[in-house]
């Protein structure tokens, strides 16, 4: 009888330790991967730190497809307990590749339902923008341009040589303008997206990698010859911002063509694997908060997805599009890697 009464309470005693381990996170360190555009203060970063006790180690691993494919390669163990990057664009080939642990954060009523783009619950929401057309003032106002108000305008010859965008096999901005020519134009129609970019790479359009080579050596405002880019709302901000001298306004504006916006939303994930779950589920509800949410729009100018977070002043000249493209993460999911190879076949070929 007292030996089964010392076996039951060791199995109790072992029961309890196991349960405590399960709740436990094996250290206190928090590994967050992210894609190279990642900025925060390191005063944020401290206060989550000390409030729990714990160290973050920001991993960078390229830009957001780089990220996901890392993640990917590492599925099941991870280097990193949370990926922050994902887009509305990726999001689909995240879920297929189950790479994240399901954690909806009580924080969420605090994000508007046009954000929440993961109705699974697996990637939570924390900022959005918007990729659309910039245009350089002076080249437009020196030459009697006037920017264009559809997206059929720019295969005409006012607009010959006038264009660069990023290919979206390379980049984000790239990927998220042809999915938006997607939804302009649709698929099967007379006239439909395909046939824009033919007309557009009949109109010398110019295909660049990535967004900073576009932007900063083909693009009128930095000496190239082209004075429409495909890039930002926040862009037009950005360069108010970042003036070296007083202006009352930026050199460049936005092309804000209804159903002709991306709105891209990123979000963070914790990876399946992680060694520090429960520090990771305090992470996406520390991201979701004001003191979090108000400190990146002036260092990745983005908006915040919190309802309640402010952005800075000079965002007043960050349009918001009235009407953007309208099309979701499932169907993107579902027919992107379809979508950039009938582009790369029509404008690369």
């Known amino acids: 009888?007292?030996?089964?009464?010392?076996?039951?309470?060791?199995?109790?005693?072992?029961?309890?330790?196991?349960?405590?381990?399960?709740?436990?996170?094996?250290?206190?360190?928090?590994?967050?991967?992210?894609?190279?555009?990642?900025?925060?203060?390191?005063?944020?970063?401290e206060e989550f730190e000390e409030a729990n006790d714990a160290t973050?180690?920001?991993q960078q691993a390229g830009d957001a497809g780089e990220a996901l494919v890392r993640a990917i390669l590492e599925k099941g163990n991870p280097s990193a307990d949370l990926l922050y990057g994902v887009d509305n664009t990726y999001l689909g080939r995240a879920l297929d590749e189950e790479i994240f642990e399901k954690y909806e954060s009580d924080l969420l009523d605090q994000v508007p339902d046009e954000f929440e783009f993961d109705s699974s619950g697996h990637v939570t929401p924390i900022n959005y923008g918007y990729v659309n057309l910039n245009y350089h003032l002076d080249f437009l106002s020196e030459n009697g341009l006037t920017p264009p108000t559809t997206l059929e305008?720019?295969?005409?010859?006012?607009?010959?040589?006038?264009l660069v965008v990023e290919n979206p096999a390379t980049s984000s901005p790239g990927l998220a303008f042809l999915i938006a020519t997607v939804a302009y134009f649709g698929e099967d129609d007379d006239y439909d997206y395909l046939d824009f970019w033919a007309d557009l790479k009949a109109n010398d359009?110019?295909?660049?990698?990535?967004?900073?080579d576009a932007y900063y050596t083909d693009f009128s405002m930095y000496g190239g010859d082209r004075p429409l880019v495909v890039s930002y709302a926040t862009s037009p901000a950005a360069e108010f911002f970042f003036s070296e001298d007083p202006i009352e306004a930026p050199p460049t504006g936005n092309i804000l063509i209804d159903n002709a916006t991306f709105t891209q939303v990123e979000?963070?994930?914790?990876?399946?694997?992680?060694?520090s779950k429960n520090l990771a589920k305090?992470?996406?509800?520390?991201?979701?908060?004001?003191?979090?949410q108000e400190d990146f729009p002036d260092k990745m100018f983005v908006y915040p997805v919190n309802k309640n977070a402010a952005t800075p002043d000079f965002f007043r000249f960050a349009e918001v599009p009235s009407q953007p493209a309208s099309i979701g993460a499932e169907e993107i999911g579902e027919k992107r890697d379809g979508w950039i190879q009938e582009w790369t076949?029509?404008?690369?070929?």
Not at 153 to 162: F, Y
Not at 205 to 212: A, C, F, I, M
Request: hydrophobic share 50%.
């Open 1 to 45: 009888m007292i030996r089964t009464t010392v076996i039951t309470l060791t199995m109790l005693i072992l029961i309890f330790i196991v349960a405590c381990g399960d709740d436990e996170d094996e250290d206190n360190e928090l590994v967050i991967m992210t894609h190279d555009s990642f900025n925060i203060s390191e005063a944020v970063i």
């Open 56 to 58: 973050v180690v920001l």
């Open 153 to 162: 305008e720019l295969t005409g010859p006012d607009w010959d040589g006038s």
């Open 205 to 212: 359009v110019l295909v660049k990698d990535g967004w900073s």
């Open 267 to 275: 979000g963070i994930g914790i990876l399946k694997g992680a060694n």
């Open 282 to 292: 305090k992470f996406i509800d520390f991201a979701l908060g004001t003191t979090f």
């Open 345 to 349: 076949n029509v404008v690369l070929r």
